[in-house]
């Protein structure tokens, strides 16, 4: 997925190096709501981390298919959609996202997952996407409810935090059944 329209206003583009002060800015900008739930803002302190970021992202891509889009809306970077991983064994994505606080709440996190999960389950041909929800992120669980994952167990200590262990709901998403 090198690049995505979901609508006139809203693609998804793979990150590139060139995205890296743009990256960095929208991080260093949000810093303190998006470290709430996401362990690594505090170590992105430079452009050059986002670069690394990027680099790394794009050698993933190269290696496994697993990749990292920008969220783009009305032409201004405003967070990122990815797969952390792919088992290709197991045929199951890890994705995991983040959107600054100022888009949230305009279903444009809801769009980009959609059409994320689309292209895993239609171009990759994952059979199943996983992924983990701390426990007391509220919007985090709602998302995932409303696009139709299934919690499957509690995975304790499944991060550090903020100087803590947090705990984690493992959630389920299977293809939608294929028609008559």
């Known amino acids: 997925m090198l690049c995505h329209k979901i609508n006139p206003g809203l693609e998804l583009r793979l990150l590139q190096p060139a995205d890296a002060p743009a990256l960095f800015a929208l991080v260093d900008a949000n810093r303190a709501s998006l470290r709430e739930w996401l362990p ?4 992105t302190v430079k452009v050059a981390d986002s670069a690394k970021f990027i680099a790394g992202a794009l050698r993933e891509r190269a290696a496994t298919r697993a990749f990292a889009s920008g969220i783009w809306a009305s032409g201004r970077l405003v967070g990122v ?6 088992d290709w064994a197991a045929r199951i994505a890890f994705p995991g996202w983040w959107l600054e606080p100022g888009s949230q709440g305009q279903g444009i996190m809801s769009a980009c997952c959609r059409a994320l999960f689309e292209h895993a389950f ?36 499944a991060e550090w935090l903020n100087g803590r262990g947090v705990d984690h709901i493992i959630y389920s998403l299977l293809p939608a059944p294929a028609g008559p």
């Open 122 to 157: 239609t171009q990759l041909q994952v059979h199943r996407i996983v992924v983990g929800v701390a426990i007391g992120n509220l919007r985090g669980e709602a998302l995932v409810r409303r696009l139709g994952f299934t919690p499957l167990s509690t995975l304790r200590h």
């Open 40 to 43: 690594w803002v505090d170590d």
């Open 81 to 86: 959609i990815r797969h952390n991983r792919i």
